[in-house]
């Protein structure tokens, strides 16, 4: 694999800090969208070498962080039972539902199997065919495409022991929640690259001329983050909310028309619930009446698992940017990462488990001393 | 697009799942290496056995027999697939526990094999296991001296599981403890990190993603006895299996109060392991090696300490990747390759790939 190394140049990325710091004159408020970003901001300390005046709020496009405790608590049931082979993404089977994860369901004996790909679920379900195998579909627009592609292949194969719990989330609806709360404090958005070049940039120029904010479709090695951030930079200093691509080696203006027709084809939009944040109406997708035979939740009848969030923690307000996380008196004390109260300490790319860290440094991430490698 | 506009947001009511406390029972993570690990130690194993040299969570224990100065060690292995590129359950099995000996000083003298077989296991594959001890046994220049077999019911175990423990002298002079390490090390790594893990990854069922990789499984007496001939005077020593070297250097700033400070640019990372890495989203720091060390080196003897490493063929890759520190005791620092910092934290339980 080449093309790695290249987006992380050290030089490069100094030439785009200096343009930044170059242009801003006042401070801004930039939400990058998706977990991925927030990752290489993390992993790489991007955040501390921005200038104070450029401040990145964390959005909530960690799939992980906003898969709601409903349906984590519907997929342990599920999982539990002894005709099952629970397939997921490795990071999911940390989440904490009501009462345990599916790590503790796997050393109760559920059998829990972590896969790269919907598709070696399915592979399962052909070698097993006595037993049911329910794949994990979470994830926003990006992981949705192999997951309907998989339902897709299991009815035309007529694999009947094949099913899919699904909780996908979108980021349009999720954007236009953001901004329309009173105490939105985001005025661009670093959209998520991967989700465009599966949905393509038609979905974002309305919003940013109803809420007047800079959209910039951006990747996610670091200097594509820079990238972003400087153009997002450039348009507010301007006092433009135009809707840029950043990410053209990925994106293009209409998407990925064939993943866009099997989604069309395998799911239909519904309300969904945000963990933490509650339903956002349009959000999300299920599966459509006519793969309804392939909808683990219709086929184990975990309907009538209702869970009520229990209220204890501030990730919103964090989430927002209205407080930083070490605020939160929970923080460090009952709230850690291996025992998270919030979406925002659950996932590593969390903010709040990024400052976890950085904390027991006795600094934010903002102050802290670095030394450049030469 | 929705056609209907959501409503406001109300984020002070932004409510949270319940945190999980302690875990009623044996979770992977508990034999991850990391934090999981250690509490298990700590919490059970520890209170309950008694004796000093347990609690020190060394990877062997320094003992004192009559008079003479020993390394001992003890590890199970449990590697599914038993064969994979670049080595087998049996040489692990070996080289683990002559390393372990390796990062007290020890040059490992006798070990101990147990054999736990699954019924109905070919016998051809037990031939081969146990040819690949004896091979990794004459390389390491150790002798198998003692042994155990049972045998569990079929569906009862993984084919094989082995444990070994091996015993070795501690020469004259030498003392390598957590504990010794000062502010002013230079931390040395003997190569590429991340191979052993990627190696086993690339061959399991369901992983495979065309990485040719062979595992760096060796046994690393030979490579301390080259540095230990520059100076006795060194201050610690560990081969970063489990966990990685993340986990390794967390153990060592945790045991010595002192911060680490890494160079990542400076890590040995070969692209292979990057690229895979990359695509599973995973960090090298945290993969496991079977061949590496990490070395605590008093600053005055770092430069003579990596050249002697580099003219052994299990060192030649051997690079200097940061020192110990005064600042953030306890905790691993890296300074990345822009020139921003993060916290390279102790893994809580297993290394999990990232959905996105």
């Given amino acids: 694999m080449k093309y790695l190394d290249e987006f992380q140049d050290p030089a490069l990325a100094r030439r785009l800090l200096d343009d930044i710091r170059a242009t801003v004159t006042r401070p801004w408020a930039l939400m990058e969208v998706c977990g991925g970003q927030t990752h290489t901001i993390i992993r790489h300390g991007i955040d501390q070498l921005l200038p104070d005046d450029v401040e990145l709020i964390h959005g909530p496009g960690c799939p992980v962080c906003v898969t709601p405790l409903e349906v984590i608590d519907k997929a ?5 039972r002894p005709e099952v082979i629970f397939c997921s993404f490795g990071d999911m089977l940390r989440v904490p539902g009501t009462d345990r994860d599916l790590f503790r369901v796997r050393s109760e004996g559920g059998d829990v199997r972590v896969v790269y790909s919907p598709l ?22 990006t992981t949705a495409p192999p997951n309907a592609m998989t339902v897709y292949q299991a009815r035309k194969h007529r694999i009947p022991n094949f099913s899919l719990l699904v909780s996908h989330v979108r980021v349009p609806p999720a954007i236009e929640a953001i901004m329309t709360s009173p105490s939105c404090r985001v005025q661009a958005f670093l959209a998520a690259g991967h989700v465009c070049s599966v949905m393509g940039m038609g979905e974002y120029p309305d919003l940013a001329e109803r809420f ?6 951006t990747g996610f090695e670091p200097l ?16 433009e909310h135009t809707v840029e691509n950043a990410y053209p080696r990925a994106v293009r203006t209409e998407g990925n028309p064939a993943a866009q027709a099997m989604l069309d084809d395998v799911f239909e939009v519904t309300d969904r619930a945000w963990r933490g944040i509650g339903t956002i109406p349009a959000s999300g997708w299920r599966l459509s009446p006519r793969y309804r035979d392939y909808d683990a939740e219709h086929r184990f009848a975990v309907g009538d698992i209702a869970t009520r969030e229990p209220a204890a923690c501030r990730s919103g307000e964090v989430l927002q940017g209205l407080i930083k996380p070490h605020e939160c008196e929970a923080f460090g004390t009952t709230c850690t990462p291996r025992t998270p109260l919030g979406a925002t300490m659950v996932s590593s790319e969390g ?15 903002t102050k802290l001393e670095t030394s450049p490698v030469a | 697009m929705p056609d209907t506009s959501p409503p406001a947001l109300d984020l002070s009511g932004w409510t949270c799942p319940a945190p999980l406390r302690d875990q009623p029972r044996i979770v992977m993570g508990h034999g991850g290496g990391g934090a999981l690990s250690a509490e298990l130690v700590q919490q059970i194993f520890a209170p309950a056995f008694g004796g000093d040299h347990l609690a020190q969570l060394g990877d062997s224990a320094a003992v004192t027999l009559g008079g003479v100065r020993l390394a001992f060690s003890t590890d199970s292995y449990v590697v599914r697939p038993l064969f994979f590129p670049g080595g087998s359950i049996g040489d692990l099995a070996v080289n683990g526990t002559v390393n372990d000996l390796a990062m007290s000083g020890a040059r490992a003298a006798y070990l101990s094999c147990g054999f ?14 146990a040819e690949a001890m004896g091979a990794a046994a004459r390389t390491a220049r150790v002798e198998i001296a003692t042994g155990d077999t049972k045998v569990v019911e079929t569906g009862h175990g993984d084919g094989i599981y082995l444990n070994t423990a091996g015993i070795g002298l501690i020469p004259a002079g030498v003392d390598l403890r957590p504990q010794r390490v000062v502010p002013g090390d230079v931390v040395i790594v003997s190569g590429d990190i991340g191979v052993h893990g990627v190696a086993i990854m690339s061959v399991r069922e369901g992983l495979e993603f065309g990485v040719e990789i062979e595992s760096d499984s060796a046994a690393l007496g030979g490579l301390v006895e080259t540095m230990l001939a520059v100076t006795p005077d060194l201050h610690a020593l560990r081969d970063p299996t489990r966990g990685g070297l993340a986990a390794a250097l967390n153990e060592i700033a945790t045991a010595s109060g002192t911060g680490i400070a890494l160079q990542e640019r400076a890590v040995p990372v070969p692209p292979t392991v990057a690229n895979a890495c ?32 580099r003219t052994h063929p299990l060192g030649a890759g051997a690079a200097v990747i940061g020192e110990a520190v005064e600042a953030h005791p306890g905790m691993v620092v890296a300074h990345t390759s822009l020139g921003g910092t993060r916290v390279v934290d102790l893994p809580v339980g297993e290394q999990l790939p990232r959905i996105c």
Avoid: S, W
């Avoid at chain 2, 736990?116 to 296991?129: K, Q, S």
């Avoid at chain 2, 079977?290 to 003897?301: I, N």
């Fill in chain 1, 212 to 217: 007047r904010v800079p959209i910039v479709v």
């Fill in chain 1, 351 to 365: 903010a709040c488990a990024a400052y976890y860290l950085y904390r027991r440094l006795g600094a934010t991430p």
């Fill in chain 2, 278 to 309: 990359a695509v599973l989203g995973l960090d090298p720091m945290y993969v496991a090696n079977e061949g590496k060390l990490v070395a605590f080196v008093p600053r005055q003897h770092a430069d003579a300490v990596l050249d002697a490493m």
């Fill in chain 1, 224 to 239: 594509d983050i820079l990238e972003g951030i400087r153009r997002t930079v450039r348009q507010l200093e301007r006092g």
């Fill in chain 2, 116 to 129: 736990i077989l699954e019924e109905g296991i070919d016998m051809p594959v037990v031939a081969r296991v």
């Fill in chain 1, 120 to 141: 070696d679920a399915l592979k399962l379900a052909r070698q097993n065919p006595d037993r049911e195998v329910v794949f994990f579909g979470i994830g926003f627009e």
């Fill in chain 1, 76 to 80: 342990l049931d599920i999982a539990a």
